[in-house]
């Protein structure tokens, strides 16, 4: 059975860290493309980064580059989404999410993964 479990969630000062972390199971992080999601209240969910399958090319929305970066670890089955100078406007319940279909270029957009995790709330604030 194939699942996404996120952690690593909490609250955090304005231009403080989190790392997220998504444990896989049912299948191996390196055959599909992964992607991190975020949905802020009253707001649609959106695409953060993503890793790909093949190559593990990354990519990043614009709001978000510079200060975060995702990663995985083969070993672990797992995949990482590091948080730097993080802002109020980065509030939301962040989601891990796997597209089975192997791409070299990942995208964020939503329609193309099939499984996702339960997610884990971001809070950004004094």
């Known amino acids: 059975q194939l699942q996404l479990v996120e952690s690593g969630g909490g609250l955090v000062q304005p231009g403080g860290s989190l790392t997220l972390s998504c444990a896989a199971s049912g299948f191996t992080v390196d055959s599909y493309d992964i992607g991190w999601f975020r949905q802020a209240p009253g707001k649609e969910r959106e695409g953060v980064s993503c890793i790909s399958s093949r190559g593990g090319n990354t990519y990043y929305t614009d709001s978000v580059k510079g200060r975060f970066t995702i990663s995985r670890d083969n070993a672990k089955n797992a995949v990482y989404l590091q948080m730097n100078s993080l802002k109020p406007e980065d509030t939301a319940v962040y989601y891990c999410?796997?597209?089975?279909?192997?791409?070299?270029?990942?995208?964020?957009?939503?329609?193309?993964?099939?499984?996702w995790g339960q997610g884990t709330q971001v809070t950004v604030s004094s």
């Open positions: 999410a796997a597209d089975r279909t192997p791409h070299y270029y990942c995208s964020v957009s939503l329609t193309p993964y099939d499984y």
